[in-house]
């Protein structure tokens, strides 16, 4: 059974970090890479960043960039999302998903990520 278990999510101030996981299970975890999308209520879905399990290629949108790093343990088939310098606009439930590494990591095209985690509420208070 294939699982993407997220976790790691909470309230913390602005300025804060907080550290997501993503546990992966029951699928080839070199084969494929795992992107962290978001989504505030009342919003459309956001791709935040990707890392490619095979190559450790990143990416990451630009509202993010510099104050998030994404980064891959291989031996755990775990995935983290380290956030820093945390804003009330990056409030949101985040989800991690697996997309073949084949397809690239398009953080921009959701639909294409065969599997979803259940999501972690990450609050941002000013």
């Known amino acids: 059974e294939v699982q993407l278990q997220a976790s790691g999510g909470g309230l913390v101030q602005a300025g804060g970090s907080l550290r997501l996981s993503c546990a992966a299970s029951g699928f080839t975890f070199d084969d494929y890479a795992i992107g962290w999308f978001r989504q505030a209520p009342g919003k459309e879905r956001e791709g935040v960043s990707c890392?490619?399990?095979?190559?450790?290629?990143?990416y990451y949108a630009d509202s993010v960039k510099g104050r998030f790093t994404i980064s891959s343990d291989n031996a755990k088939n775990t995935v983290y999302l380290q956030m820093n310098s945390l804003k009330p606009e990056d409030t949101a439930v985040y989800y991690c998903?697996?997309?073949?590494?084949?397809?690239?990591?398009?953080?921009?095209?959701?639909?294409?990520?065969?599997?979803w985690g259940q999501g972690t509420q990450v609050t941002v208070s000013s």
């Open positions: 890392i490619s399990s095979s190559d450790g290629s990143t």
């Open positions: 998903a697996a997309i073949p590494t084949t397809t690239g990591c398009p953080i921009d095209e959701g639909a294409l990520y065969d599997y």
